[in-house]
């Protein structure tokens, strides 16, 4: 809420600025990039991009990136208010100028939606890749949705049963990829042995990798935890480990934790603070690479953009939303998996502890999804892209550009403020 305090500030700023449109849509955007990166790495839930992903526009998403989608989405809205702005308010300036931009950038989605079809036309290779999703559910919906100690665990362990059990009877395909969410061994399985011994026995009988989700020791720190998907191999157990990078603010760990916690009982449901990753989680399955987010991630498009930047062929979002459920959060999440995917063009396959589960295509269609608190497992077979978007090759560079232009925006407002009008 600060953020946006502080933005409204600079809002006023550039107001009277030849051009106003644009710098009213550059400091907005500038603001809404410090608030998905600072402090404490940023909250990234909530871009204005994310609901235009669902109109025409997001044909923008391949080409700007998200962050410019949101910059493209201001111009569009500035340029309109503008052109429509009472009589009393306006300046000499003329309106037309104002129209045509608000129009052309209306247009030209157009125009990129023919030639992010013809790139995709190019993108899919020959092959694909077979996955399985095992959505297990929780014992209970909310912040205690592991009190009962193995239960989510024994979940998927029936679950993934189950699976095995069609498959051995011919009624479902072996997959190439078997996919369990965040939390899904609601203990450490690098720690029990009787936790990695019964995920290692489903494994073996299942006869392909999976990917579990869990929560383990830190070996660099004792007095903090990880957020891991762990690749678990046939014969091999667990091979590889990916860590999350953005653990959640106030979910994950708490900053200032002895002030806080004391002022505000509630954190004390963090008893430890969470550490983080710093690289990206691709694995190699039979050959293509697959790339691992971690719930809250998906709304960091610098750990995505890392991610297919590492060689990812296909998303997989690993998810637990059962201290949210049927709240709204998991609709969001989803929808910004399908930016995600618009984005970066893979197939983004979301595995949730307790729903939604989905298959998103790389044109953000949700082609199968899940109902919440209800075990289910999803099957599918997902082709694989390598091309990489303009946006994935320099999204950063974009995401920098729109920041100093918000910038250079309030540092010419402050002059215009102190009687040094700026003119054009």
Not at 37 to 57: I, K
Not at 295 to 308: L, P, Y
Not at 398 to 413: H, K, M
Request: aromatic fraction near 8%; charge should be negative; charged fraction near 15%.
């Amino acid at each position: 809420a600060l953020w946006w305090g502080l933005a409204s500030i600079g809002v006023g700023l550039v107001m009277r600025l030849p051009a106003a449109p644009i710098w009213l849509a550059s400091v907005l955007t500038s603001f809404e990039i410090l608030k998905s990166r600072w402090p404490f790495d940023g909250f990234p839930w909530g871009q204005f991009a994310y609901p235009l992903s669902e109109t025409f526009l997001a044909n923008y998403l391949p080409f700007v990136a998200s962050l410019g989608l949101t910059w493209v989405g201001l111009v569009i809205c500035s340029s309109i208010a503008w052109v429509l702005r009472p009589p009393n308010l306006a300046t000499q300036a003329a309106r037309w100028p104002w129209l045509v931009t608000a129009g052309g950038l209306l247009v030209l989605p157009l125009l990129l939606g023919a030639i992010t079809d013809s790139s995709r036309a190019v993108s899919q290779t020959r092959g694909s890749i077979e996955v399985a999703m095992i959505q297990g559910n929780v014992p209970e919906p909310g912040l205690d949705f592991n009190s009962r100690r193995q239960q989510v665990l024994k979940n998927h362990l029936d679950l993934s049963g189950r699976l095995a059990k069609q498959i051995g009877e011919g009624l479902s395909v072996k997959p190439d990829l078997i996919i369990w969410p965040e939390n899904s061994s609601d203990i450490d399985p690098l720690a029990s042995q009787s936790v990695n011994a019964a995920i290692s026995e489903v494994v073996d009988e299942l006869d392909a990798p999976t990917l579990v989700g869990a929560v383990i020791q830190d070996p660099s720190d004792p007095n903090k935890v990880l957020n891991a998907g762990i690749l678990w191999r046939p014969q091999q157990g667990d091979s590889e480990v990916y860590i999350k990078q953005h653990p959640v603010l106030f979910g994950e760990f708490v900053p200032f934790r002895p002030l806080l916690t004391r002022l505000i009982g509630r954190f004390e449901r963090v008893p430890r603070d969470f550490g983080k990753g710093d690289t990206p989680g691709v694995f190699d399955i039979g050959g293509v690479p697959v790339g691992d987010v971690i719930c809250f991630e998906i709304a960091d498009d610098a750990v995505v953009r890392n991610t297919v930047r590492a060689g990812a062929q296909v998303l997989i979002v690993q998810t637990n939303n059962a201290t949210d459920s049927l709240l709204g959060q998991t609709e969001q999440q989803l929808q910004i998996s399908k930016v995600r995917a618009q984005e970066f063009d893979r197939y983004v396959l979301v595995a949730a502890t307790s729903g939604i589960s989905a298959v998103v295509d790389n044109t953000g269609e949700v082609l199968t999804q899940t109902e919440e608190l209800t075990p289910a497992i999803i099957e599918a077979n997902v082709p694989t892209h390598e091309y990489q978007t303009f946006s994935t090759r320099y999204g950063h560079s974009i995401t920098v550009l729109l920041f100093f232009l918000g910038v250079l925006g309030v540092v010419l407002g402050v002059f215009n403020a102190l009687g040094r009008p700026i003119r054009g």
